[in-house]
């Protein structure tokens, strides 16, 4: 074993209490990976990391003496508006590392401040008294944390987004979620040009499209767990176009290019049911057998803990 | 009027199975009077479902009107506004009402919560008509039928309760307050003498509330004291702490009775729960 993989929150958009989803869970966005060194890593700061952090105070950090990686996919409400209920942050002594993108006139920090700001929250994040540290990423950027490898690629979503690839004692965990596949050509209809020329930009648009959807797969391969957007189906997808967010089959077609053994669908939209992703599940499991592909496919839910 | 609570819970949605008598939803409560008002108070994550249920009526037409009281701008009190269907929907129309503070103005606020890189569609982007009302402290207001009242309770950045009268009855709701040590605040008194009902602030248990003096919040016993002295019918137990299981606060509903009866106090006591409904 290399790492332990544990779900605190899975849900996507807003956090959905109530008796239709207690299989899967309400909460937003949080996992947590523990490696076999010790290190500590939280991906995405959602109503989960509540949980997290209650457990976490059974820990050293709950003497002030843990240390603990925070990868931010992006700052969408859903992916920190937990933060400021974790209360290993509040206890002196422990450590931080919070890794996230800036936006274009807001450093990380000044953003995870927004939220506490006393028009929304009554704590500030400065009074938040373990240390943090923040650590704005670029796109491809490689880094260690303890006996992990990490590497952070940028993804397609309104604002943006980063996945993450955890590489850890020939192990490797991939988390991309708030992510829509490249595959939309937007020059079709409207603009009368010759036969020739509509060819010659549809084929660039397609050569742009498979770079980038190469870069993804790249990014994925091989991976031995992949936790993947599938807020949509199909049917739901064709109203959202642009929202951000992949459907079930896009995640399915970037996971078996990349030969990924386990697609994890995570991020389930707020209308979605247990019984709802029951049924999916069941749908495409038939179906990847159906067609012979080795792919397991699962879904995310609360509560969940894995070891590779 | 007929009141129905949307969401129950401070501080944070609590979604899971230690959640699921009294819920989960962070604070929205519905108002309706007989004659068809439609009142909402605070805009936590129980609005995304009374939203949901609210496109079934004219709102899922476009041709919806409603009122949105505001206690404050905290986010358990506006994060599930950007969620909320009938507001994203053309035609439809609402009054917004809160407080607007020096530096930043109620729409501002809301604004705020809707901006990039927090969220992908801005509040302007809400296709509904939306006309925003300052609040002050005292202030009465009309809406249709029912009269309102605003007083400012003790909450750090302030907070307001309100009173909703109409058909003859009374509504009162004072969530995010903070008793004081000496004396029952006159302006909680002001908003629920005489109330059919009043949902009360009731975060902390007593041992708690020691840990907590100035994170303004209060507790049921100190809601007993409101009820006696300002002799109202009913007292809603609401704004849960994330921390209560089902059990938890069955426990505080338990021991909110015996004190009331030391008390003799005869009134009904109820604990708020999502979907709960009472008609005064």
New interface residues.
């Given amino acids: 074993m290399a790492m332990k993989i544990r779900f605190w929150g899975t849900?996507g958009?807003?956090?959905?209490?109530?008796?239709s989803?207690?299989k899967y869970?309400?909460?937003t966005s949080c996992v947590e990976v523990c490696t076999d060194g010790g290190t500590e890593i939280i991906f995405d700061a959602g109503?989960g990391i509540?949980a997290l952090g209650l457990s976490l105070m059974d820990t050293p950090f709950g003497e002030g003496r843990g240390e603990g990686h925070i990868l931010l996919s992006?700052?969408?409400?859903d992916h920190?508006?937990?933060f400021?209920?974790f209360l290993p942050a509040f206890i002196k002594g422990n450590r931080f590392t919070i890794y996230g993108g800036r936006?274009s006139d807001?450093r990380l920090e000044e953003?995870l401040a927004?939220?506490m700001e006393?028009?929304?929250?009554?704590v500030l994040l400065e009074d938040m008294e373990a240390e943090i540290k923040y650590v704005e990423l670029q796109n491809d950027q490689s880094f260690a944390m303890g006996d992990a490898e990490v590497k952070a690629k940028y993804l397609n979503h309104?604002?943006g987004s980063f996945g993450y690839r955890l590489n850890v004692g020939g192990r490797s965990f991939v988390y991309a979620t708030d992510a829509e596949p490249y595959h939309r050509p937007l020059n079709r209809g409207g603009v009368n040009l010759r036969g020739q020329e509509q060819d010659e930009i549809d084929r660039k648009v397609s050569d742009l499209i498979a770079d980038l959807e190469g870069e993804t797969i790249d990014f994925v391969r091989g991976a031995d767990i992949l936790v993947h957007d599938c807020q949509y189906t199909a049917e739901e997808y064709e109203s959202k176009v642009g929202?951000?967010h992949s459907t079930y089959d896009d995640a399915i077609r970037i996971a078996s290019a990349g030969d990924a053994k386990h697609l994890i669908a995570f991020h389930h939209d707020?209308a979605r049911s247990d019984e709802d992703l029951d049924r999916i599940v069941e749908e495409y499991r038939d179906a990847l057998a159906g067609r012979g592909e080795s792919l397991i496919f699962s879904a995310a839910y609360?509560g969940w803990e894995i070891d590779i | 009027m007929r009141i129905k609570f949307w969401g129950t819970r401070g501080s944070i949605p609590t979604p899971g199975r230690h959640t699921i008598k009294y819920g989960g939803n962070t604070s929205c409560v519905e108002v309706r009077t007989a004659a068809g008002e439609l009142i909402i108070i605070d805009a936590g994550s129980g609005i995304r479902n009374l939203g949901i249920s609210l496109m079934k009526e004219d709102f899922g037409k476009g041709s919806g009107e409603g009122h949105i009281l505001f206690s404050h701008t905290h986010w358990d009190h506006i994060q599930g506004f950007p969620f909320f269907v009938p507001g994203l929907t053309p035609g439809n129309h609402f009054a917004l009402y809160g407080e607007n503070k020096a530096d930043k103005r109620l729409e501002d606020t809301l604004a705020g919560q809707m901006e990039h890189p927090y969220f992908p569609i801005r509040l302007r982007d809400m296709a509904s008509e939306m006309e925003f009302v300052e609040v002050k402290n005292g202030d009465r207001f009309s809406i249709g039928s029912a009269e309102v009242l605003a007083r400012s309770l003790n909450h750090p950045n302030g907070v307001f309760g309100y009173r909703i009268s109409a058909d003859g009855r009374a509504f009162a709701y004072a969530s995010d307050t903070e008793h004081y040590p000496d004396r029952v605040d006159e302006a909680i008194l002001e908003i629920a003498m005489n109330a059919d009902a009043l949902a009360y602030d009731s975060q902390y248990t007593p041992e708690e509330y020691g840990k907590k003096v100035g994170w303004g919040h209060s507790t049921a016993q100190e809601g007993l004291k409101v009820a006696e002295k300002a002799k109202v019918k009913r007292l809603i137990l609401f704004h849960h702490d994330p921390t209560r299981s089902d059990d938890a606060i069955d426990e505080i509903l338990e021991n909110c009775k015996k004190d009331a009866s030391e008390m003799g106090l005869n009134i009904e006591i109820i604990a708020a729960y999502d979907g709960l409904e009472i008609s005064l």
């Fill in positions: 849900r958009s807003v956090a959905v209490p109530g008796p989803t207690l869970g309400g909460n109503t509540r992006h700052t969408h409400w920190i508006n937990g400021p209920f936006h807001k953003i927004g939220q006393h028009s929304y929250f009554p309104p604002g929202w951000g707020p609360e």
